[in-house]
């Protein structure tokens, strides 16, 4: 059974920064890609940023240039290097790990980043 657990959020001040983690663990046999998404209150669920198994990358235009996500393919983990941070970038942040097949994939439970002036 596959288990992403994710750690890294909280409370930070405008223009701080922070790093999501997350690791996946069970039976992890077939990754494509992992990624983060955010998900305001009244908003849907949008993709930060991606990493697929080759090492490349993808980024939301609202984080470009501030966020960047890496990977530690020994230990499954993914991360998400947020700086200056906005009180945009309020949301539960979520990780996601796509399997190689199209459409079959796991969350994390979620972690709250708050951003505040």
């Known amino acids: 059974q596959v288990q992403l657990v994710e750690s890294g959020g909280g409370l930070v001040q405008v223009g701080e920064s922070l790093r999501l983690s997350c690791a996946a663990s069970?039976?992890?046999?077939?990754?494509?890609?992992m990624g983060w998404y955010r998900q305001a209150p009244g908003k849907q669920r949008d993709l930060v940023a991606g990493i697929t198994v080759d090492g490349a990358t993808g980024y939301a235009d609202s984080v470009k240039g501030r966020f960047t996500i890496s990977r530690d393919t020994a230990n499954n983990t993914v991360y998400l290097q947020m700086n200056n941070l906005k009180p945009e970038d309020t949301a539960v942040y979520y990780c996601?790990?796509?399997?190689?097949?199209?459409?079959?994939?796991?969350w994390g439970q979620g972690t709250q980043v708050t951003v505040s002036s």
């Open positions: 069970g039976s992890v046999f077939s990754i494509n890609a």
């Open positions: 996601n790990l796509a399997t190689m097949r199209l459409g079959l994939g796991y």
